[in-house]
Nanobody, 124 residues
């Protein structure tokens, strides 16, 4: 079973930055397209960004373009999401999961249970 562990969230003021990490347990992360998704209170999961395993291409939802950067470090078996210029509307629990990431930011794949996620709160 694929297992992901997200970390790096926290409380930050508007305009601040955070770097989220997604670590894999028991398998090699670079074989998979990986997406970051978020869920705000009372809302559905929303795709934020993804990175392709085949060519490293990255995709972003419009609301985070120019502010967020997804990357992967295959040696560390980790995917990152660097978030700059954070806004209160970025407040959510962030999850990393395998997703369809070919030609755009696609939905999550059916892979099993999502991780615990990491809470990001943007507030003054």
């Amino acid at each position: 079973q694929l297992k992901f562990v997200e970390s790096g969230g926290g409380l930050v003021q508007p305009g601040g930055s955070l770097r989220l990490s997604c670590a894999a347990s028991g398998f090699t992360l670079n074989y998979f397209d990986i997406g970051w998704f978020r869920q705000a209170p009372g809302k559905e999961h929303e795709g934020v960004s993804c990175i392709s395993s085949s060519n490293g291409r990255t995709y972003y939802t419009d609301s985070v373009k120019g502010r967020f950067t997804i990357s992967r470090d295959n040696a560390k078996n980790t995917v990152y999401l660097l978030m700059n210029s954070l806004k209160p509307e970025d407040t959510a629990v962030y999850y990393c999961v395998p997703n369809w990431c070919s030609g755009g930011l696609g939905p999550p794949r059916d892979f099993g249970s999502w991780g615990q996620g990491t809470q990001v709160t943007v507030s003054s």
